[in-house]
């Protein structure tokens, strides 16, 4: 009985021992649940305190309250585009993105389910044999012993084994799993974002590039007929010539900037494809004309710290910092013996018929540790490396706070300034457009010529190009502060459902025959 008493504690004197000397002291591995390692907190994030044009920002939102509540999670229905709603939609059913990213929320719940099972018996199987024996007839002292010289074996057993998680390293590693499969939703989140914003820029994109080709068209039509009056012009007029070859430079210089427009209006519609899912086709055709859609004043933005509640990608990185931290328990835990309980079950027999007889049964059970000792700084330095990895990733999440305020900030100013641009850029407009009726008028009288009329009729829609470029630049601000701000990833909560009449056909896509993209529906634990 004392040897018993004596070899235990022998065996588990080592568990007190690192106490004194280990990586975690005893009242911090109580305290933290009986586990060693860190636990994870939120680390502390740089946030402003308001944004920079806070008040034309207030005020903005005061002149829509009311109007539209939902402004954030739906954005795009601010543009007051009904293409546009279908295209968001069908992009979210089809993009295949976002499909690569759902199967990646797959893959870190499969994980969690393996981090799950180690908590278990790490070690059940069942072994089964049959073997023939010959038994050597002239091993020395054989004939002493009566024995078969050939017999049969039958062997059927079960064993187990579970090392027990007393440092916690099972448990660190539900921990990390868990946090992965976090960080995989907002991942799939944060291309939600980005996709949505990415079909809403590429469509402004063409309806600006669309009516900027109008203006040019026009543009054309006004020079060739200044050409043709030059030509006309050519007997009558000492200079004519001067005049023709002018008005050709003009016209064909204008006409060479066409092609330049249509090249960016096929590769903006291309890449909508490619954001839709479908092969690349015309899809002018399918959605037909359409205005450059109008912005109207911002959502409420609200403080720089909601950012840490909304944007997927600062969630992203704070559940990665987190999965992070639970490692480094995972890492301090082989500082410490494994304690093991191990058995087998089993039975022998050489005929099958007394294989489940009492008397073959045979088996062991008892506890057992390793303990990995003299590792000359292997542990240690795999702490470390865990450790500077999750202050990589702790600072990381911080950037990411900060680089999510400046993209808001670069959103709110494109859209303001572009508000003030586009006002300014139509009074332009208006003025070319009174300036050309005057010339009309006073060129019947005979005061103007056929030439300055021309260049007031070409400086008109030159502003009109770029009013259009204005307007445009406007909606691109506004999609600009609602990604920045993390809006539209609520929409695999709600679902989509385009409202306009009829829906646009596009294909052959995904949709139907292929694989249908996850959506989850819940995290693992609520957002930071």
Not at 219 to 245: F, H, P, W, Y
């Amino acid at each position: 009985m004392h040897q018993i008493r004596i070899g235990l504690l022998i065996s588990f004197s080592p568990c007190l021992l690192v106490f004194l000397c280990g990586c975690t002291p005893l009242s911090e591995y109580i305290h933290n649940g009986f586990k060693v390692g860190p636990n994870y907190a939120t680390p502390p994030a740089p946030v402003a305190k308001d944004w920079i044009d806070a008040k034309e920002v207030i005020d903005a939102a005061d002149k829509r309250k009311d109007k539209n509540p939902d402004d954030l999670t739906k954005w795009w229905k601010n543009l007051n585009d009904p293409v546009l709603d279908q295209l968001i939609c069908l992009a979210y059913q089809q993009n295949l993105t976002l499909r690569e990213a759902g199967f990646r929320i797959l893959q870190a719940r499969a994980q969690l389910g393996i981090a799950v099972g180690n908590s278990f018996p790490q070690s059940q199987f069942m072994t089964g044999s049959y073997d023939r024996i010959a038994n050597s007839a002239e091993t020395a002292g054989i004939g002493l012993i009566s024995r078969a010289r050939f017999i049969n074996q039958w062997n059927l057993g079960f064993s187990v084994a579970w090392e027990m998680d007393f440092w916690g390293r099972f448990r660190r590693s539900i921990e990390s799993a868990g946090a992965t499969l976090d960080a995989s939703v907002e991942e799939y989140d944060d291309v939600l974002v980005t996709l949505l914003s990415d079909v809403a820029t590429n469509y402004v994109q063409m309806r600006t590039l669309e009516k900027r080709i109008e203006y040019a068209k026009e543009n054309v039509a006004i020079q060739s007929d200044t050409m043709e009056n030059a030509k006309a012009r050519l007997k009558a007029e000492k200079n004519g010539e001067l005049i023709l070859n002018q008005a050709v430079a003009l016209l064909r210089q204008t006409e060479a900037g066409i092609p330049e427009l249509e090249i960016g209006l096929r590769q903006t519609t291309n890449r909508l494809c490619v954001l839709l899912g479908i092969p690349p086709e015309e899809l002018r055709e399918k959605l037909g004309k359409g205005p450059i859609p109008m912005a109207e004043p911002p959502a409420v933005v609200g403080i720089p710290a909601d950012l840490l509640r909304r944007r997927p990608d600062v969630r992203r990185a704070e559940r990665q910092a987190a999965a992070q931290a639970a490692l480094i328990g995972v890492a301090e835990s082989e500082f410490y013996p494994h304690i093991l309980l191990s058995g087998t079950l089993g039975y022998t027999a050489e005929q099958f018929k007394n294989v489940f007889r009492g008397s073959a049964l045979n088996g062991s059970f008892g506890p057992s540790f390793h303990w990995d000792i003299l590792n000359y700084g292997r542990i240690l330095n795999n702490v470390r490396l865990q450790d500077a990895k999750f202050q990589e990733l702790m600072v990381a999440y911080q950037n990411s706070v900060l680089t999510a305020q400046k993209e808001v900030e670069d959103g709110l100013v494109q859209f303001i300034k572009a508000q003030r641009r586009a006002m300014l850029q139509q009074e332009c407009v208006d003025a070319a457009d009174k300036a050309e009726k005057i010339a009309k008028q006073v060129r019947k009288a005979g005061g103007v010529d056929f030439t300055t009329l021309s260049l007031i009729q070409q400086n008109k829609v030159q502003q009109e190009d770029t009013l259009a470029q204005a307007q445009g630049e406007i909606a691109l601000g506004l999609i600009q502060i609602y990604r920045a701000l993390g809006g539209g990833w609520q929409i695999r909560l709600t679902g989509c459902e385009p409202n306009a009449s009829p829906p646009i056909q596009l294909g052959p896509g995904l949709s139907d025959d292929g694989a249908p993209a996850p959506r989850p529906v819940a995290r693992f634990g609520p957002p930071s």
